[in-house]
T-cell receptor, first 115, second 115 residues
Framework: AQSVAQPEDQVNVAEGNPLTVKCTYS??????LFWYVQYPNRGLQFLLK??????LVKGSYGFEAEFNKSQTSFHLKKPSALVSDSALYFC?????????????FGQGTTLQVKP | DGGITQSPKYLFRKEGQNVTLSCEQN?????MYWYRQDPGQGLRLIYY???????QKGDIAEGYSVSREKKESFPLTVTSAQKNPTAFYLC??????????????FGDGTRLSIL
């Protein structure tokens, strides 16, 4: 079965430090990869996506993500965390062979940035 | 501005009552989705629709019903058969067939509680 794993329920970092939120996937082919952020009582906001090409993708709010084909991973990163980055983060994938817009979501990782 | 509007933001259901959650989009997207999110958990797909007058069950369709009479609208009814309806409900839209690398766009959710 196709799946997405976010192995950490919560990630804690100090403000100003780099952050990484991990995502690995088990999906056939070379899927499209996405990251979303969710603030309390809000919907998901799209951060960035990987299509092809450069393994480092830049997105909104200073976030970037590193694609690693051999490890089937797509980790979200930011060089310097802000307290306002504290939120719930979701990784999602869509197989390239899909004929629908459906996404396969990970379970989410709560990021806590402390001052 | 284009986007997805969910209403109401908060909804209360009495036992034995059906309630309907509204979702409207002006993004000209063919596909629409309903997700359920329980506290501290990820998203679970309830129903999705690729095109007007057509929809498919997701992973947890029991106790829910939908209609898709207009491209812009995809209302979700939580029926009395859904014994544990308390959750945060999210509506999303995307291009349908051929969505490819395009992300899903989300509304800001409806929080449903039992009276």
């Amino acid at each position: 079965a196709q799946s997405v794993a976010q192995p950490e329920d919560q990630v804690n970092v100090a403000e100003g430090n780099p952050l990484t939120v991990k995502c690995t996937y088990s999906v056939s082919g070379n899927p499209y990869l996405f990251w979303y952020v969710q603030y309390p009582n809000r919907g998901l906001q799209f951060l960035l996506k990987y299509i092809t090409g450069d393994n480092l993708v830049k997105g909104s709010y200073g976030f970037e993500a590193e694609f690693n084909k051999s490890q089937t991973s797509f980790h979200l990163k930011k060089p310097s965390a802000l307290v306002s980055d504290s939120a719930l983060y979701f990784c999602a994938v869509r197989p390239r062979s899909s004929n629908t817009g459906k996404l396969i979501f990970g379970q989410g990782t709560t990021l806590q940035v402390k001052p | 501005d284009g986007g997805i509007t969910q209403s109401p933001k908060y909804l209360f259901r009495k036992e034995g009552q059906n309630v309907t959650l509204s979702c409207e989009q002006n993004l000209n997207h063919d596909a629409m989705y309903w997700y359920r999110q329980d506290p501290g958990q990820g998203l679970r797909l309830i129903y999705y629709s690729q095109i007007v007058n057509d929809f498919q069950k997701g992973d947890i369709a029991e106790g829910y019903s939908v209609s898709r009479e207009k491209k812009e609208s995809f209302p979700l009814t939580v029926t009395s058969a859904q014994k544990n309806p308390t959750a945060f409900y999210l509506c999303a839209s995307s291009r349908g067939q051929g969505a490819g690398n395009q992300p899903q766009h989300f509304g800001d959710g409806t929080r449903l509680s039992i009276l």
